[in-house]
């Protein structure tokens, strides 16, 4: 489907990246897939995903420089090079079974192979989301991780692109940011949408360097406008407009000029405002409060919020029309709990602006917590972390409880445990605690999202577990 330019939007020419794939690609593929989660003495090399699509055996050790090989030799196998002093040189390998899940097994190594931080002894089945700890490093198992069709075999943010808008090796998200980077380029509406403390006006800032638009990008949180001085702000005025103008205000418009207005939290702008900001929009001009004649403007908008602004629409409170100007490309920021394997990224962002280096609980931790006030609070707690660390390696205990206690649950693998026996283990357990999910995974040491996942496996529903 087209996108068309600015001013020739309409209500079918828009395209939500949660919806379906860009124009011109196919649906996602779910398959495996093992991923340097975080390298904890070295945080800033970043994290790498390895496919594991027609792959029959990985053999994981110590290398020099990070490196991947894939090799045909009878059976398809993967040679992983770390460089992690803590590693042997062939330190595990994880093989593919013939029903077609994945075991890991200790290869002789100095220092052992640990799976949620117990000791593997023999071959030990994996569970989607298990955490691997070879040396200093853990490695993450995905039993299903949707992917492109095209989707490159490996990735590794260190050798990644670094314009790229979304820091990422998610398959699919990285395939929406590619389209997201044409559509920059344009002069075409952006619509962000995501909770709060996902990066959207990050995400807008990138936005607008990738645009190469001569203005500034100006950020107005349209959430802390005056009701009564909304026009007046997002406008301006001229001298004399009202008691009290001693001087002109060119508002947010005009500031933008030859750039980008990002309009945060656009979803909370009171319908008045929206209806002039909506004629500004279709005619490129602006009238000042207390002016006789427009002026012209040259403005790219991007529109971020996270309220969901479809209902907003159909109860009245946000206009059809401007929303479909807005929308002309809408993209999803997902929360951080959404995409526990960028994790390791965002960590090596943080990295690379102030050194730190972490023990295995604490990477373990920050690898399994949820996150919900999703990246602002993964980089406070960095920053407070590695202040009371003063110069050490980042253990649990300078993190904050909520986020210590993922590495303090219960451990090991539940992978191995027959279906039956695992449902039934469930459900006494959904039994116990009323269906609270939160409960169940602190009990049976695994993250909440492996636990719904499991639910949905053997459709138990949480309300049903729940006291009336």
Known sequence: MPIRPANDASDE?????????PPGTSPDVPLPQLFVALDCAQPAAGCARHSLFGVERVVVGRAAVRSFDRTKSGAKAVTLGIPDRHMSIV???????????????????????????????????????????????????????????????????SRSDHGALVATVDPSLARRAEALARVA????????????????EV??????????????????????????LVEGQLFGH????????????????????????????IGDLPLPAQAALLRALQEREVVPVGAARPTRVDIRVIGATMRPLESLVKGGAFRKDLYARM???????????????????????????????????????????EWPDNVRELHRTLSVAVALAEGAAVGVEHLPEAVAQAARRPLGSKAAMAPVALRTLLVDSLTRHQGNVSKVARELGKAPTQIRRWMARFQLVAATFRAD
């Open 13 to 21: 020419d828009t395209w939500d990246d949660s919806n379906s794939s």
């Open 185 to 200: 380029r344009s002069d075409n509406p952006v619509l962000l949408l995501g909770e709060t403390g996902v990066g959207k």
């Open 91 to 157: 330190h595990a390998r994880i093989e593919r079974t013939p029903d077609g899940a994945f075991v890991v097994e200790d290869a002789g190594s100095r220092n052992g192979t640990f799976v949620n931080a117990v000791a593997v002894d023999g071959p030990t089945l994996l569970a989607d989301g298990d955490l691997i700890g070879v040396g200093h490093t853990l490695l993450r198992f995905r039993a299903a991780v949707p992917c492109p069709v095209k989707t490159a075999p490996d990735v590794d943010s």
């Open 203 to 228: 995400l807008a800032r990138a936005i607008h360097a990738a645009s190469n638009r001569r203005g500034p990008l100006v950020a107005v949180n349209c959430g802390a406008l005056p009701p009564a």
């Open 238 to 265: 001229v001298r004399g407009a009202f008691t009290g103008a001693i001087t002109g205000n060119s508002g947010f418009l005009r500031s933008a000029d030859g750039g980008t207005l990002l309009l945060d939290e």
């Open 327 to 369: 929308a002309g490309f809408t993209f999803h920021l997902p929360p951080l709990r959404e995409r526990p394997d960028d994790i390791g990224v965002l960590v090596a962002a943080f990295a690379a602006e102030r050194p730190i280096s972490l023990t295995r609980s604490a990477g373990r931790a920050l690898l399994e917590y």
